[in-house]
């Protein structure tokens, strides 16, 4: 049972260049979320995704998109990479619970630098 | 966005102390969640809170749901090198999310 794993773990992009961080969880939860973490600061919600086919918007969506197809996996794209999307990018599960959502569950994180 | 008020931002202490910090909200949350964080690595969950009042223990660590249900405490008796690391509080206010506080840095000397 590897809970979520990401990848790839490190990563330097050129500006303008796109590409894909992968998340996929083998819990079986419904709930999928992907956060990004700046430098000494706390995490800020991107994208999530109640289940497969449905995706909402967090706090700092712009500049990226997100697709669930499946109920394991939820990527996360950069079309046109920018210097300000450096940070360090975790993905989240979780399963629905009485009242709301479980604890989430995270990943070990994507670092991404962008120059 | 709404981010939960965490305090202190950071702290040193000695080996063998005890640690005190708290989450605070202007919201009323369902769920607190205690995390820990290591460097290079994701959050782990320490604690869950489900009931105000609730007061739950994991080792050395002791959390508590506030009463008015929109703050929490944490606690860490007798400080070891290895309590280092980021402390996040996370608050669940009965939609898909969680609202996250800024963290905790915690330093122990030996």
């Known amino acids: 049972n590897a809970g979520v794993t990401q990848t790839p773990k490190f990563r330097i992009l050129k500006i303008g260049q796109s590409m894909t961080l992968q998340c996929a969880q083998d819990m079986n939860h419904n709930y999928m979320y992907w956060y990004r973490q700046d430098p000494g600061m706390g995490l800020k919600l991107i994208y999530y995704s109640v289940g497969a086919g449905i995706t909402d918007k967090g706090e700092v969506p712009n500049g990226y998109n997100v697709s669930r197809s499946t109920t394991e996996d939820f990527p996360l794209r950069l079309e046109l990479a920018a210097p300000s999307q450096t940070s360090v990018y975790f993905c989240a599960s979780s399963r629905a619970g009485t009242g709301g959502v479980q604890p989430q569950h995270f990943g070990d994180g994507t670092r991404l630098s962008i120059l | 966005g709404q981010q939960l008020n965490q305090s202190p931002q950071s702290m040193f202490i000695q080996e063998g102390e005890d640690v005190s910090m708290n989450c605070t909200s202007s919201?009323?949350?369902?769920?607190w969640l205690w995390y820990k964080q290591e460097p290079g690595e994701g959050p782990v969950l320490l604690i869950a809170?489900?009931?105000?009042?609730e007061l739950t223990s994991n080792g050395r660590l002791t959390a508590q749901f506030g009463i008015t249900r929109k703050d929490s405490f944490l606690n860490i008796s007798a400080s070891i090198p290895s309590d280092v690391g980021i402390y996040f509080c996370?608050?669940?206010?009965?939609?898909?999310?969680?609202?996250f506080g800024t963290g905790t840095r915690l330093k122990v000397l030996a």
């Open positions: 919201s009323i949350f369902n769920t």
């Open positions: 809170l489900y009931k105000a009042g």
């Open positions: 996370a608050g669940h206010p009965g939609t898909y999310k969680y609202i």
